[in-house]
């Protein structure tokens, strides 16, 4: 990996902070780098401003003045309200280098930041990480491609692939460890969705309970008909997520029948597996009917895109295979 | 790792030769070294005979003369009309030190083959490692324990747990790396069994369709009342496997019902899982009632002892913890 690229990776880890709490605006990550030494660092701020290059810009002061910024999505081209457009900002405070993971789609920016850059004397380099980059901003990436969320849809599940008892019983089926992550990824997302079977039956809290990320619970959505709790969103299909304000990241968290309509509308762009070394048997199984006409068809849909132990269990992430 | 455990490593993986066809034989390897090279190799042949021990002094000749011999278990006391024990043999070659992973429990040697060797000037080890081997030979030492052939319990399922479609398609699930391996696996065992559903759904062969290794197929067992297929056996309960002849490895196969009264009669050792990563959604779960009381129950019973990607596919292997 060369300078470029480590970088770069650092602006995306950066980016990962704003992940699930700057929507409809992408979460940026920001470096800039003047002989060597970071001097300025930024990501999009809850509810989309500032924007990571903003606050970056800021922490460096003078730092900027010939210096590289490395920024994961093409500077913003167009001016708002709420402040002036970063291709400006990054060219007034004497930047002489911008280096940009993806460009941004956009229409209001879409190479034109970019462009003003490059009038302006500034070096340009672009596509540098650009497929990690736009992994941590797919919920803006989807949501301005498929004009909807990117959805995680997570399963816990016993070797055999059952969610519970047949009874119902399924506190707990996996560990600590591995309940603590999907807390974490829940904080990582702007709105969870249950079914309405699941907030009759469970009354789940579908909160954060890491310390120190106890304000970063995402908003809830019951799918079904009916009224749902206090401060909850609801939704009567799972192509009503398109709808869902303020939600590029949203994650299905159960049940059974909430899993398999999504699959089955293929809404679902991560799969977020946690396997729990144990034998339930003659249980509730993850999925019910997901319209699987032949084998051959469920064949090349997932990547396996990261796996790790947590604790006992195993966790496992996979992507969905999509055409270019 | 000193070099000890080295040569016995070595032993080892040519005990695994042996895996399935010396019952009631354990399927021993022995390595024989002088002056840090490997004289005599040997491994225990189909049907029992000759031993390791015998065939790597044969190999060894004169070279064994002051040499060191590394053997998986300790060598018999016992002579026999089908050859001398192999203690005396190690010792009337000239073998001046003898490394041992593990003690014999058969009552006709036990301590004796150790003791014979050390009377007459042997030095002797024991130890090395030995879980290690007993995993190799672990169909002798489970029938030595607990009068039944070690059972592994092989199921390929989908993400979400399913080995068929609701209609029964199961061809394919998982790839054929997947597969292959499960022909290898297959030529580990003395015999396979599969339900009485399976045979009359599936007629399957069950034999091993590898290059080289097609004379390596295991007997065939049924599991259900009525009549089998020619050449196979047949039990009525999963309790019956400790009658049957020539089985120190058994691999059950399938399906769900036979998977569910192994396990629900806590007679599988080893739970060997192919993960495809594909859903199907409502078809055919793995496994039925096994019993569960409650969760709690079911944790602590199993830990993963390998894994591997076939292929698209996942290959897990898992333990029974038993109390020692």
Known sequence: MNADARYMAAAIA????????????????????????????????????????????????????????????????????????????????????????????????????????????????????????????????????HGRP???????????????????????????????????????????????GTVEADQPRLDVRLPGLENRSPMRVMLGAGKPPKGWNAITAPEDIAGLAGTDFLMVEGGARTASAFIAADLVDRLLLYRAPILIGAGRAAMGDIGLEKLGAAQGRWRLAGARMLGLDRMELYERIRAA
């Open 14 to 145: 950066l980016s990962e902070r704003g992940r699930g709490r700057t929507a409809p605006n992408p979460n940026v990550g920001c470096i800039i780098v003047r002989n060597g030494h970071v001097v300025g660092r930024g990501w999009t701020q809850p509810g989309g401003r500032p924007h990571a290059e903003a606050m970056a810009l800021t922490e460096a002061a003078e730092g900027a003045r010939g210096a590289s910024a490395y920024v994961t999505l093409e500077p913003c081209f167009h001016q708002s309200h709420r402040g002036p457009a970063c291709s400006l900002l990054l060219r007034e405070a004497g930047i002489t280098r911008v280096v940009i993971a993806s460009s941004d789609p956009d229409p209001r920016t879409d190479g034109q930041g970019a462009a003003m850059l490059r009038d302006g004397g500034v070096e340009v380099m672009t596509g540098i990480m650009e497929a990690e980059a736009c992994t941590a901003m797919a919920g803006f990436f989807t949501r301005q491609r």
């Open 150 to 196: 990117h959805v995680t849809l997570k399963l816990a599940t016993s070797l055999d692939g059952q969610i519970a008892r047949a009874n119902g019983e399924s506190q707990w089926i996996t560990g600590p460890q591995a309940r603590a992550h999907t807390h974490l990824e829940r904080a990582r997302h702007d709105s969870i969705l249950v079914g309405r």
